[in-house]
Structure formats: structure tokens, C-alpha cells
């Protein structure tokens, strides 16, 4: 949440903020700042509430404001209302120190009473603004050494933050901090930059550095300093991002999360072909061992939102395949439970951004205890990339739309492999059974292609559903995992109450809200269920509801008890989460866009939930 920008170079620095802002603002909206010094000459702070846009014009799109050395904020408010007064950048009463963050310092009440007392004054609500101050205060009480200044403020500060601030004794110079937020250092021929992803600054270089936990960056025009909480000089590799720019782009189509939608085929793909070569699957990236997976008799899989739903799904498969005992669990939820993990047990966490606060913590829970963690992780040197065992990247590419569509899809597949890898490991499926439920995996993404051409069918519908005010999804089995995720879709950006139940509960509950016309999206894959899914159908329909459904085509019999149905390609059942989702991803974008939404940016909602 919040994304943070910084430039130092020859160029003017606020037109690369503000285009570096616009890739992250997926990340916070409410409010956005930036803050450009002019060499010598004091920093110019311009903030506002609202989109990135007010700024954008405010500013003339960065031409108005003069200078090489800037730093750039786009928030999403925890700590005081969105308003301009709240907004970053935030500076110490004199403007010695400058500074940006994302995060939460979680003790910064009483860090900010400790500050009043020494006579400093509060204008805005914000932690950040205490963590700027409590640096100044640091900096003038020593050796007037901003990397001093900060490790002394981060050993007093409690909480998570990917700080960066300006000095103003050090025109030109960008100083940054880390601490469970994500931040990249990207560097270029006499140009440095920071961001809290990569996307921000794609255009400009391909050369970024990962700053750890507890360290400290110094950024000059095309050169960068580490250094330890210790104040000590370090080393840090230099990655090439492999992203090419053009997929941080809409690259033609309307919105972000249309693109991503139809990009699935070819990630699904892409992440395929990173571990199946031959007609087998090899984990040798991932780096888990068949003995290892013969060893461990209970998987936890742990994640957020749709992430989760992900897992959801991912049980059902996993079981089936193989004598596993699986239990999903909310990262929020794990992290805080007081249980004994089992020691054959391997943890699952599946993360697009690798970043998300709950997951990252759930992680660290479990090698607390010894247990041996697999990630399945979007982004490349992301914490929990780093910090996992194991890895298994997904090959979706940047993610930008804040409703997950590509990614989701690239967690659910490479779920799949690792469920017939498990299975093959461990001796429980024969030979022919792995060869034709790999090849069937194969074919998930030329399916997609073809419920992709048949898109207008869907808008046509989705313009029905326009203004309705609830919905229940419902379905058995893997079909309840996908209308858990179909129902998380719809509600996120388009507004519309949705609830996701099995089937079978719904005579528990829910069946007392349905009326005349309530609007029940029903998943119907499973062919075993087949006929029981359809039971709970005839039974809403007959209190009034309409019933729509998407099935497997030759399903042709739903036709007789729902009034609308999309047809999926045939797939093994096991699989026909991959296919199933696609559809209910694209009514949930036309009902959004419909309505007018901005639909890759719903109200309230961050991309990365880097905060608890
Ligand atoms: C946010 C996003 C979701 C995502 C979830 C978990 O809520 O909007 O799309 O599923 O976080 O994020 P992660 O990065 O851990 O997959």
C-alpha cells in the first residue's frame, strides 16, 4: 500500500516521478505528492488529495516544478484521513529532512511524544511524518550524518517501512531505508532511482539492486551506497529485470485488467514451460527434491484473497492426486494460531507480490518452527521470494490491475505441477495417468483462447446484471473454490454485494435471502456433482432467483433450469478451475465498466496489502 518513488540525475526529476507514481498508484490513490530540489535551493513540495491525476495537472505534468533530485508518493491512507495536509511528502518544521514511506510504524505515538517534547510540532495525522521527524531530530543531536541520522531512527522505529528521505546539507542525494515494505534501487548511466516496484522505473533501466531488511541506501547521480544498521559500507548484487516495458503498458486495450485477462494464455503458458520440458515435470529451480516431497505427509497452504481462493482449489487437487493431507488456511488467521505445526509438514504460501504482510509474517511463523516453506511467488526478489525455502515463480509478468486475473491463473497452474510432481515423487499415479493430466494441462491455455473469442456473449449478459445489488455463487468442490474467487471478483470492483457458498450449505442459510430475481452464478464442472449442483439450482429457482451457470460444454441439459450458460472447453474435472474463472473474471469486468468504475483501481482497495 502507498507506492514511493525517487530520482537523482541530470534530468528533471517530477515528469519521471510523476510517470514513475503513475505505474504504482495500483499500490494507494486517495492522495500524491512529490518533492524536487532544485540543486542548492530548498526542496519544492507539492501535494494533494485525490488520483495522481490532480497532481499530474496541478504540476502542468511535472513541467512546472524545476530540479534533478526529487521523491514521489501515491498513498493509500492508514494513519489520518486522505487530505492534502496528510499527504507525503512530509518535512521537519525547518525542511532539513524530507521524506516518503510506505508502511506502518506501530509505535509511533509514542514516538511522536517524545518528539513534542523536544519541541517539535505535528501538522498532519501520519506515522510518516513522526519517522521524518525522529530522523531530524537524530541528525541534529550526532554527527549531522544522515546515514547515522537513520539507522538511529530505525533502531527506535517499530513497524515495517520502505522509508527514503532528503537531507537538505546533501542536495543531489536520495537516502533510503527498508524494513518489510517492498523497495527496488535501479540504477543507469548517472541516473539513480528508487521505487517500491519495479514497474516504476522499467522505462528507465533494467539494472536494480534488492535492498534488504534493516539496510540503508545512499543514491547519487548513477551511483549507489549500502550500508548495514551498523552504518557499515556493504555489497549488493546487480539484477537484470527480465520484464520487458512493454507489459507494465496497456499496450492497446482499455484497461489494465482486460489486457491481463487476455494475457493468460500465454503466461499459463510461459509458467508451463518454465518447469516441463520433455513431457516431465523438473523442479530443479524450485529446488525440492522427490525425497523431500516423499518425506512430508501434511501441507498447509496459506495466502490472502484471491491468492487463497487459489489454495482453495489447489486442496481439492492435491488430495485427489495424492494421499496428502491438505488444510488451507488465511494468512491472517495462521500467523496468530496457537497450534503445533506437524514436522513432516511442508507450508505452501502463494503470493503474486511476494510482499503481503499477513504471508510474509505466516512465513516467518512457519521456519520459526522449524518447517520447511515453498513459495509461490510472482515477483522476483520480493521478501517472501527471498525469505521461502523453496521457490516456484509464476511467470505472469507485472501485474498491474488491482483485481488479480493472470496471476490467480499462474498460481493455480503451477499448483497443478507441483500436485503431479507430489504425486509422481511419491509413487502414486502411474505413468500413463501423469502423461495425460500433463498433457491436459497443456491444453488450458488454447482453451482460454477460445472462451476469450466468444467475450461478446458474455458483455451481452453482464449487461443485465448491471443493476442488481446481490449475488450468490455457488458450486461443489472445485467449483466452490472458483465461485469463491468468482464472488471476490465481482464484489471488489464492481460494488455489488456477492457471496460465495457451497452448494450444499446454502439450505443452512442463505436460501432465506433468495427472492424474485436474485441472481445466483452457479459453477457446475465437477461431473460427479453434477446432478447435485443442479438439485440446489431447481431449488433456488423455484423461491424466484435466476440462475445462471457456467459448465462444461455437452452440459447442454443446464439449459433446462438456467436461464443464461457458458460453455467451457472440455478439460479433466480436475483442472476446470483454470477454464471456469475466465469467464466470471470477464462478467465481473463488464458489470464494473458498465457501471462506470474505474475498474483497475476499485475504491479502497491496494494492489499489495504490504500493511496488517
Ligand atoms: C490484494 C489484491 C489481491 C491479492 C491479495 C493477495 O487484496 O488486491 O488481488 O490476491 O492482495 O496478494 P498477493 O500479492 O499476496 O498475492
Same mark, same amino acid.
Given at each position: 500500500m502507498?507506492?514511493?518513488?525517487g530520482f537523482?540525475?541530470?534530468k528533471?526529476?517530477?515528469?519521471i516521478?510523476?510517470?514513475?507514481?503513475?505505474?504504482l498508484?495500483?499500490r494507494?490513490?486517495?492522495?500524491?505528492g512529490?518533492a524536487v530540489?532544485?540543486?542548492?535551493k530548498p526542496a519544492e513540495v507539492?501535494?494533494e488529495k485525490?488520483?495522481?491525476?490532480?497532481?499530474?495537472?496541478?504540476t502542468?505534468q511535472g513541467?512546472?516544478v524545476k530540479?534533478?533530485?526529487?521523491?514521489?508518493?501515491t498513498?493509500?491512507?492508514?494513519?489520518?484521513?486522505?487530505?492534502a495536509v496528510?499527504?507525503?511528502?512530509h518535512?521537519?518544521?525547518d525542511?532539513?529532512?524530507?521524506?516518503?514511506?510506505n508502511?506502518i510504524?506501530e509505535?509511533?505515538?509514542?514516538?511522536?511524544e517524545?518528539?513534542?517534547k523536544?519541541g517539535?510540532e505535528f501538522?498532519s495525522?501520519t506515522?510518516?511524518e513522526?519517522?521524518v521527524?525522529?530522523v531530524?531530530y537524530y541528525?541534529k543531536?550526532y554527527?549531522?550524518?544522515p546515514?547515522e541520522?537513520?539507522a538511529?531512527?530505525?533502531?527506535?522505529?517499530?513497524g515495517?517501512?520502505a522509508l527514503?528521505?532528503m537531507f537538505?546539507?546533501?542536495?543531489?542525494?536520495?537516502y533510503?531505508?527498508?524494513?518489510?515494505s517492498p523497495?527496488?534501487?535501479?540504477?543507469a548511466?548517472g541516473?539513480?532511482y528508487v521505487?517500491?516496484d519495479?514497474p516504476?522505473?522499467l522505462?528507465?533501466t533494467?539494472?536494480?539492486?534488492?535492498?534488504?531488511?534493516?539496510?540503508i541506501?545512499?543514491?547519487?547521480?548513477?551511483?549507489?551506497?549500502?550500508?548495514?544498521?551498523d552504518?557499515e559500507v556493504?555489497?549488493?548484487p546487480?539484477?537484470?529485470?527480465?520484464?520487458?516495458?512493454?507489459?507494465?503498458?496497456?499496450g492497446?486495450?482499455?484497461?489494465?485488467m482486460l489486457?491481463?485477462?487476455?494475457?493468460q494464455?500465454k503466461?499459463?503458458r510461459d509458467?508451463?514451460?518454465?518447469v516441463v520440458?520433455?513431457g516431465?515435470?523438473h523442479f530443479?529451480?524450485?529446488?525440492?527434491?522427490?525425497?523431500?516431497m516423499k518425506?512430508?505427509?501434511?501441507i498447509?497452504i496459506v495466502?490472502c484473497?484471491?491468492?487463497?481462493?487459489?489454495g482453495m482449489?489447489?486442496q481439492?487437487?492435491?488430495e485427489?492426486?495424492?494421499?496428502?493431507q491438505?488444510?488451507v488456511?488465511?494468512?491472517?488467521?495462521?500467523?496468530y494460531r496457537?497450534m503445533?505445526?506437524r514436522?513432516?509438514?511442508l507450508v505452501i504460501v502463494?503470493?503474486?507480490?511476494g510482499?503481503?504482510a499477513d504471508?510474509?509474517a505466516a512465513?516467518?511463523?512457519a521456519?520459526?518452527?522449524?518447517?520447511k516453506t515453498l513459495?509461490?511467488?510472482?515477483?522476483v526478489?520480493?521478501?517472501i521470494?527471498?525469505?521461502?525455502?523453496?521457490v516456484f515463480?509464476t511467470?505472469?509478468?507485472p501485474?498491474?490491475s488491482?483485481a488479480?486475473?493472470?496471476?490467480?491463473s499462474?498460481?493455480?497452474?503451477?499448483?497443478?505441477?507441483?500436485?503431479?510432481?507430489?504425486?509422481k515423487a511419491?509413487?502414486e499415479?502411474?505413468?500413463?495417468h501423469?502423461?495425460?493430466l500433463l498433457a491436459?494441462?497443456?491444453t488450458i491455455p488454447e482453451?482460454?483462447?477460445?472462451i476469450?473469442?466468444n467475450k461478446?456473449r458474455?458483455?451481452w449478459?453482464?449487461?443485465?446484471?448491471i443493476n442488481?445489488?446481490?449475488?450468490?455463487f455457488?458450486?461443489?468442490?472445485?467449483d466452490?473454490a472458483?465461485?469463491l474467487?468468482?464472488?471476490l471478483k465481482?464484489?471488489?470492483?464492481s460494488?455489488?454485494h456477492?457471496e460465495a457458498?457451497?452448494?450444499g450449505?446454502?439450505k443452512?442459510?442463505? *436460501?432465506?435471502? /433468495? @427472492?424474485?430475481g436474485?441472481i445466483v452464478?452457479?459453477? &457446475?464442472?465437477q461431473?460427479? +456433482? $453434477?446432478?447435485?449442483?443442479?438439485s440446489?439450482m431447481v431449488e433456488?429457482?423455484?423461491?424466484?432467483?435466476?440462475?445462471?451457470?457456467?459448465?462444461?460444454a455437452?452440459?447442454?441439459?443446464?439449459e433446462?433450469?438456467?436461464e443464461f450458460?457458458?460453455? *467451457?472447453?472440455? /478439460? @479433466?474435472?480436475?483442472?476446470a478451475g483454470s477454464l471456469s &474463472?475466465?469467464?466470471?473474471? +470477464? $462478467?465481473s469486468?463488464?458489470?464494473s465498466?458498465g457501471k462506470?468504475?474505474?475498474?483497475?483501481?476499485p475504491?479502497?482497495l491496494?494492489?499489495s496489502?504490504?500493511?496488517e
Amino acid at each position: 500500500m502507498c507506492g514511493i518513488v525517487g530520482f537523482t540525475g541530470t534530468k528533471q526529476a517530477a515528469p519521471i516521478l510523476l510517470d514513475g507514481l503513475s505505474k504504482l498508484e495500483y499500490r494507494g490513490y486517495d492522495s500524491a505528492g512529490i518533492a524536487v530540489r532544485d540543486g542548492e535551493k530548498p526542496a519544492e513540495v507539492i501535494k494533494e488529495k485525490g488520483k495522481l491525476k490532480v497532481l499530474a495537472d496541478m504540476t502542468n505534468q511535472g513541467k512546472a516544478v524545476k530540479g534533478t533530485c526529487g521523491i514521489g508518493h501515491t498513498r493509500w491512507a492508514t494513519h489520518g484521513e486522505p487530505s492534502a495536509v496528510n499527504a507525503h511528502p512530509h518535512s521537519s518544521d525547518d525542511g532539513n529532512v524530507i521524506g516518503v514511506h510506505n508502511g506502518i510504524i506501530e509505535n509511533y505515538q509514542e514516538q511522536r511524544e517524545k518528539l513534542i517534547k523536544k519541541g517539535y510540532e505535528f501538522k498532519s495525522q501520519t506515522d510518516t511524518e513522526v519517522a521524518v521527524k525522529l530522523v531530524d531530530y537524530y541528525y541534529k543531536k550526532y554527527s549531522q550524518d544522515p546515514i547515522e541520522a537513520i539507522a538511529r531512527a530505525m533502531v527506535r522505529i517499530r513497524g515495517s517501512y520502505a522509508l527514503c528521505v532528503m537531507f537538505k546539507d546533501f542536495p543531489g542525494e536520495i537516502y533510503c531505508a527498508r524494513k518489510d515494505s517492498p523497495m527496488i534501487i535501479g540504477i543507469a548511466d548517472g541516473e539513480s532511482y528508487v521505487a517500491s516496484d519495479v514497474p516504476a522505473i522499467l522505462k528507465y533501466t533494467r539494472n536494480v539492486y534488492y535492498i534488504g531488511n534493516m539496510e540503508i541506501a545512499k543514491l547519487e547521480k548513477g551511483n549507489v551506497t549500502f550500508y548495514n544498521i551498523d552504518s557499515e559500507v556493504i555489497e549488493k548484487p546487480l539484477t537484470e529485470i527480465k520484464w520487458d516495458a512493454e507489459s507494465a503498458e496497456k499496450g492497446g486495450y482499455e484497461h489494465f485488467m482486460l489486457k491481463e485477462i487476455h494475457e493468460q494464455p500465454k503466461v499459463i503458458r510461459d509458467t508451463i514451460n518454465s518447469v516441463v520440458t520433455d513431457g516431465k515435470v523438473h523442479f530443479d529451480s524450485v529446488n525440492l527434491t522427490d525425497d523431500e516431497m516423499k518425506s512430508i505427509d501434511q501441507i498447509y497452504i496459506v495466502a490472502c484473497g484471491s491468492a487463497y481462493h487459489v489454495g482453495m482449489d489447489l486442496q481439492y487437487v492435491i488430495e485427489s492426486l495424492t494421499s496428502l493431507q491438505v488444510r488451507v488456511e488465511l494468512a491472517s488467521e495462521f500467523r496468530y494460531r496457537d497450534m503445533s505445526l506437524r514436522k513432516n509438514s511442508l507450508v505452501i504460501v502463494i503470493s503474486q507480490s511476494g510482499e503481503t504482510a499477513d504471508t510474509l509474517a505466516a512465513l516467518r511463523m512457519a521456519k520459526d518452527n522449524g518447517v520447511k516453506t515453498l513459495g509461490i511467488v510472482n515477483v522476483v526478489g520480493s521478501s517472501i521470494a527471498r525469505e521461502a525455502d523453496n521457490v516456484f515463480y509464476t511467470l505472469a509478468g507485472p501485474e498491474i490491475s488491482v483485481a488479480t486475473t493472470k496471476a490467480y491463473s499462474c498460481q493455480l497452474v503451477a499448483g497443478y505441477l507441483l500436485a503431479l510432481q507430489f504425486a509422481k515423487a511419491r509413487e502414486e499415479i502411474t505413468d500413463e495417468h501423469y502423461n495425460e493430466l500433463l498433457a491436459e494441462i497443456n491444453t488450458i491455455p488454447e482453451k482460454i483462447e477460445k472462451i476469450l473469442e466468444n467475450k461478446e456473449r458474455l458483455q451481452w449478459y453482464s449487461n443485465k446484471l448491471i443493476n442488481i445489488t446481490d449475488a450468490f455463487f455457488i458450486g461443489r468442490g472445485i467449483d466452490y473454490a472458483i465461485g469463491l474467487e468468482g464472488s471476490l471478483k465481482l464484489k471488489e470492483i464492481s460494488y455489488i454485494h456477492s457471496e460465495a457458498y457451497a452448494a450444499g450449505e446454502l439450505k443452512h442459510g442463505p *436460501i432465506s435471502l /433468495i @427472492e424474485d430475481g436474485t441472481i445466483v452464478l452457479s459453477v &457446475v464442472t465437477q461431473t460427479k +456433482l $453434477i446432478e447435485k449442483t443442479i438439485s440446489n439450482m431447481v431449488e433456488v429457482k423455484s423461491r424466484g432467483a435466476k440462475v445462471m451457470a457456467v459448465t462444461t460444454a455437452g452440459n447442454y441439459f443446464l439449459e433446462d433450469t438456467a436461464e443464461f450458460v457458458c460453455y *467451457i472447453p472440455q /478439460i @479433466e474435472p480436475l483442472f476446470a478451475g483454470s477454464l471456469s &474463472v475466465v469467464p466470471l473474471q +470477464l $462478467i465481473s469486468y463488464y458489470v464494473s465498466i458498465g457501471k462506470g468504475f474505474d475498474v483497475d483501481k476499485p475504491r479502497n482497495l491496494a494492489k499489495s496489502v504490504t500493511v496488517e
